[in-house]
């Protein structure tokens, strides 16, 4: 996603001056001429970055930081100052302002202060992702923060994002069901199909019917053709529970169909 930076300055002129500085630079860039427009386009949008000059015609640049603040709003800002305010800046840098650029503003100046601080903000972005994922106390239907659950939700997260067959083993009521929900609600086949199956639950002589289903008449009893659950589950995930407890016969048409079906499980 393109990062957005909000530029507020009231100086027509100037605002003209530093988008042409930053016409060929890697994000979008907003401009807000008050501090009332500011607060609206922050309203709508949250950007990766805000330039703000201190004076505003209608509030100062400090009123900014504290609505932020007020609004649990995290964002990196960069303060605009004129010749004998760096005072005031400094001030506001102690009230969050990650920065301060004394007018005038050379291009390289301005390119610089903005490349490092939207670094800056990605590398805290991609920190804080790693940290919740680190210590996640419930996953999906899991609940748990010890280092062995937290190598379990790292497992799903790595094989969700493939269109592998994921094997899941574990002793019964471990929650091996939860871990291969976990694994389809984290995958992009969350928004299909999950469909379950206990092997050990479906007699052997109607597991091969359940999981490819059948036509009418295929066999004394089928009135109508009837859909497998491979079928069902065509572009989201097929659970096979209990499998070792599946005839065998069944268990080499099953790899079979894996190996060829033009299905996506």
């Known amino acids: 996603m393109t990062p957005k930076v909000l530029l507020v300055e009231d100086s027509s002129s100037l605002a003209v001056l530093y988008k042409q500085y930053l016409k060929n630079e890697p994000f979008d860039l907003l401009h807000a001429a008050t501090g009332g427009e500011a607060k609206r386009i922050l309203e709508r949008t949250i950007p990766s970055l805000i330039i703000l000059d201190l004076q505003l015609p209608d509030m100062q640049g400090d009123e900014i930081l504290e609505w932020l603040d007020e609004k649990n709003i995290s964002i990196p800002v960069v303060v605009v100052t004129a010749h004998g305010s760096v005072d005031t800046a400094v001030k506001l840098i102690q009230k969050g302002a990650k920065d301060f650029l004394e007018k005038p503003i050379r291009a390289d100046r301005l390119k610089t202060s903005i490349q490092i601080h939207l670094k800056q903000a990605e590398l805290e972005t991609m920190l804080d992702d790693i940290q919740q994922k680190m210590d996640r106390e419930r996953f999906h239907d899991f609940i748990g923060a010890s280092i062995p659950m937290q190598g379990v939700y790292k497992i799903i997260d790595a094989v969700s994002n493939t269109n592998a067959s994921v094997f899941i083993i574990g002793e019964s009521g471990t929650g091996k069901e939860v871990c291969a929900n976990a694994i389809h609600n984290e995958s992009d086949r969350k928004d299909k199909a999950f469909v379950a199956i206990n092997c050990g639950a479906i007699p052997k002589d109607l ?59």
């Open 207 to 265: 597991m091969e019917s359940e999981v490819f289903g059948h036509v009418k008449g295929a066999f004394t009893g089928a009135a109508t053709d009837r859909k497998g659950a491979a079928s069902l589950a065509d572009g989201g995930t097929l659970f096979l529970d209990e499998l070792c407890e599946m005839d065998l016969e069944m268990q080499k048409k099953l790899l079979r169909f894996l190996q060829t079906a033009p299905l996506h499980l």
